[in-house]
């Protein structure tokens, strides 16, 4: 078998019809891909809808458990999944019609681990946002040198992701630390300008969850995966991979700074984060940080009184605009 596409479910009765359909609607045949539905504890006509699916298409497989998030979802679709390569889609998005071929074509033909395909950003209203910007379109590199994205829009080579799985000990960001991973142990990784995703923008939850405690300490989680991986994997004496690592972990360095010390200027979580870093050895991250929020890098109490001098400076302003109105 070629391809497996993992779908999550997960109450999404409102979209995912279309995204199986999208999913149908390739000029492949059955036999060259299965569909992988896990439905993630719904409780609306989500699991009706993808077992009539079932029931009308061999290549579809769908698996019901309790609701215990994406990352428990992908991966129970991971220890499932037959083909060659391995492919994700969320349940609200879609996939354009006739694609798959022309993928699994390039993978094959260049024996390509990972290749990030076009992704279009659409509104509910069926806008057109943006498009994925795609450069050295063609251009093979090892995953070390490649760089990353995490949307679900991504082709791995099934005997690449072997053991590795989502860490459900991650709240937000999961997709982040399994792609890392798994690229860094790549050698052949490609963007191609192939039309193929259509994601759906829209009020996700999960920003919600980001700014809660459980989110904090994912992102925590996230980096003491991350280093204990890149410990095991490679050695301290590997430049590239100590460079790629460091760019993983200061993407989730920032989100604890700006979701979790910033708005409050909360100086137990600065403490925290920075006895974890300096202890594993990326304290030297936070300069990168200090350019964006002065100070970050020297003292708690100097950024905060810099932060502090902003938001004054910030009130001032908007009351000045209103005395001019």
Known sequence: MRLSIIIPVY??????QKCLESVFNQNLSPQDY????INDGSTDASLSILNKFQEENTNVKVVSTENKGPAHARNRG??????????????????YPNTLSEILNKLEEERIEILYP??????????????????????????????????????????????????????????????AKVQSKAQRVSFEKIPYYKYLVRPNSLSKKAITEEGYQGFINAITILDE???????????????????VILVFMTRIVELHILPNLYQPKYKELKKLLSEKGYWHLAKTIAE??????TSFSK??????????KTKVYQLLQKLKQ
């Open 303 to 312: 950024m905060a009184r810099h932060q502090k001098k902003l938001i004054f």
């Open 118 to 179: 076009m992704i279009h950003f659409y509104d509910e209203k069926d806008n057109l946002l943006e498009k994925s910007k795609i450069e050295n379109n063609s251009k093979i590199n090892i995953g070390l040198r490649q760089e990353r994205r995490t949307l679900p829009a991504t082709f791995y080579k099934r005997e690449l992701v072997g053991e590795m799985r989502f860490p459900e000990e991650v709240l937000v960001g999961e997709d982040t630390v399994f792609n």
């Open 229 to 247: 991986y890149k410990n095991q994997q490679f050695s301290p004496e590997n430049a590239e991979a100590q460079e790629y690592f460091d760019k």
């Open 292 to 297: 964006k929020y002065p100070y970050f890098d």
């Open 34 to 37: 299965e569909i992988l539905c």
């Open 78 to 95: 991971l220890n499932s999944a037959k083909g060659n390569y391995i492919t994700f889609l969320d349940s609200d998005d879609l996939i």
């Open 11 to 16: 109450n999404a009765e409102q979209y995912l």
